[in-house]
């Protein structure tokens, strides 16, 4: 089966940097994602981590290490907009590659 | 890129009674999945929906109690059979595009359900 674990709840300041983390256990391991869902409001795909490293977007960065089972999402130039939850997936080829989310995290931006 | 149109976007059902919610997706999607989202919880896969073959449902959902149909690539149904009010959630449709980036799901807005 598997087990995601990450924050309940964030909260940093404007223009600061927050690092969202997340450890997962799964059977069969097929990719790292993190999707953005703001509130009422459907998930939005942020990033995909297949192999260990850092992949870097803009001002968002996600982190793995498969060895670890550990990955990380990172908001630099914090904005009022990104106050939002974010959810941590993974995909499980035992599975047929279904994506499997976590309880998401909350962020809250203080200006 | 796919547009998702769920229906209903919201409501209120009595116990024992049964919806039906409908999801279109503007372009032909290899995948289709309806999630559940309980309030301030994440999402949960309830099943794979299958074009013109039964849904591959997850641990702890069954075909009697949400019922789904994919008669074609554009379009599927979920229904939630008998609801009691621990039925109240947010559902929502998900698919993966062909030639997509690897786990990218596009969401429809979701169905809010409050079964009183």
């Known amino acids: 089966g598997q087990n995601i674990d990450q924050p309940t709840e964030m909260t940093a300041t404007e223009g600061a940097i927050v690092q969202i983390n997340c450890t997962y256990q799964t059977s069969g391991f097929n990719g790292l994602f993190w999707y953005q869902q703001h509130a009422g409001e459907a998930p939005t795909f942020l990033s995909y981590?297949?192999?260990?490293g850092l992949e870097e977007k803009g001002r968002f960065s996600s982190f793995l290490s498969r060895s670890k089972g550990y990955s990380y999402l990172l908001l630099k130039e914090l904005q009022m907009k990104d106050s939002a939850s974010y959810l941590c997936a993974v995909g499980d080829y035992f599975r047929d590659d279904k994506i499997i989310f976590g309880k998401g995290t909350r962020l809250h931006i203080l200006p | 890129s796919a547009v998702i149109s769920q229906k209903p976007s919201r409501d209120i059902c009595q116990r024992g009674t049964s919806l039906t919610i409908q999801c279109q997706v503007d372009?032909?999607?290899?995948?289709m999945f309806w999630y559940r989202q309980q309030p301030g919880q994440s999402l949960t896969l309830i099943a794979t929906?299958?074009?013109?073959?039964?849904?591959?449902?997850e641990s702890g959902f069954v075909i009697d109690k949400f019922p789904i149909s994919r008669p074609n690539l554009t379009f599927s149904t979920l229904t939630v059979s008998n609801m009691s009010p621990e039925d109240s959630s947010i559902y929502l449709c998900?698919?993966?595009?062909?030639?997509?980036?690897?786990?990218?799901?596009?969401f429809g807005e979701g169905s809010r359900l409050t079964v009183l």
């Open positions: 998900s698919v993966e595009v062909a030639g997509g980036r690897t786990g990218e799901l596009f």
């Open positions: 929906a299958n074009q013109g073959s039964e849904a591959t449902y």
């Open positions: 372009s032909q999607v290899t995948m």
């Open positions: 981590n297949v192999l260990d």
